[in-house]
């Protein structure tokens, strides 16, 4: 499978491609623009190309915007064995990157797993981050109430399901990656078949089927030693309501825990709320980050 690289149209975009050698990782990552330095952050099962509605909008709002491929996922390093993806070391990676970017710190965007990387962050290393932003992920604690409940656990059953040896990846590949193309079939407009052709060439890289389900292996078996420190960067999330995953009620983290804390909730946006509503997360987007 050729690597994914940067279309004619993203390149005159002003797009522009970079490896950063981050400890023991190399990340990938797509840039655009000057200024202050905001990181986006993707979740599963996207990549850097999940944030291609967001990027040209904050380029215009004066900031320069990197989005990288967490480890794992398409031409960034993937590590063996599920150990390598803790919420910690995953955190450890983008400060790395932002020191390699010639930044002492940063505002931070994260989606799904790319938020509970934004979370951590915020806790691990708050000297980092200046502003935080979170769209439809759990804060850890909130996450770990949640999935007390029967109903919360029922909307994460493939957490569970992922746990299996082997099998889930082989469930993936099948039929064209039919099944990770299920996880986005919520957002509107639908992504197109051009779309979908540049997620499969990311989760074809070799290895990458592994690692992407090797972040919810080592978050069940490993991430009750994660430790919890308030977060005191201004934080705004983000939440579409109508996500599938993740309940309403897994918005909004405790007071304690994050007390700087704006949300705004979506009603009619599903877990892909910066696909389903682009002009008003970005609009929210540029004013919070201001």
């Known amino acids: ?18 490896d950063a050698e981050v400890g023991d990782v190399v990340l990938h990552y797509v840039e655009a623009g000057d200024g202050p330095l905001v990181l986006l952050l993707h979740g599963f099962p996207e990549f850097w190309y999940g944030w291609r509605e967001q990027m040209a909008p904050l380029v215009k ?36 990157l932002i020191r390699v970017l010639g930044a002492e710190s940063a505002m931070v965007v994260g989606h799904d797993w790319g938020g509970t990387v934004a979370w951590t962050l915020a806790m691990n290393h708050p000297e980092v981050v200046d502003r935080l932003v979170i769209l439809n992920a759990a ?15 029922l909307r994460s059953w493939y957490f569970f399901y ?4 082997k099998l889930p990846e082989r469930r993936a590949r099948r039929r064209n990656w039919r ?23 990311a989760w074809s890289q070799p290895g ?32 579409g309501q109508r996500d599938r995953y993740l309940g309403p009620r897994l918005a909004e983290p ?21 696909h389903d509503e682009a002009e008003r997360v970005n609009e929210l987007l540029v004013d919070f980050l201001a």
């Not at 804060?139 to 007390?148: A, T």
């Not at 992922?162 to 040896?165: A, E, S, T």
């Not at 089927?209 to 934080?235: C, F, H, N, W």
Request: glycine fraction near 6%.
């Open 1 to 18: 499978m050729t690597p994914t690289t940067l279309t004619r149209s993203e390149t005159d975009s002003g797009l522009r491609e970079g």
């Open 61 to 96: 709002a004066g900031y320069r915007v990197v989005a990288p491929d967490l480890r794992g996922y398409d031409l960034s390093s993937k590590p063996d064995g599920y150990t390598a993806y803790t919420a910690d070391k995953l955190a450890s990676d983008i400060r790395g």
């Open 139 to 153: 804060h850890p604690r909130k996450l770990n109430e949640g999935l007390r409940s029967p109903r919360q656990l």
């Open 208 to 239: 990458a089927a592994t690692a992407m389900i090797d972040y919810y292996r080592a978050a069940v078996r490993l991430g009750s030693k994660q430790e919890i420190r308030p977060v005191s960067a201004p934080t705004l999330v983000i939440w």
């Open 179 to 201: 099944f990770l193309k299920r996880f986005l079939r919520d957002a509107r407009p639908p992504y197109t078949a051009d779309e979908l052709d540049r997620y499969v060439e």
């Open 162 to 165: 992922f746990q299996l040896p």
């Open 254 to 274: 405790h007071h304690e825990d994050v007390p700087d804390l704006r949300v705004e909730r979506l009603p009619d946006a599903s877990h892909w709320v910066h």
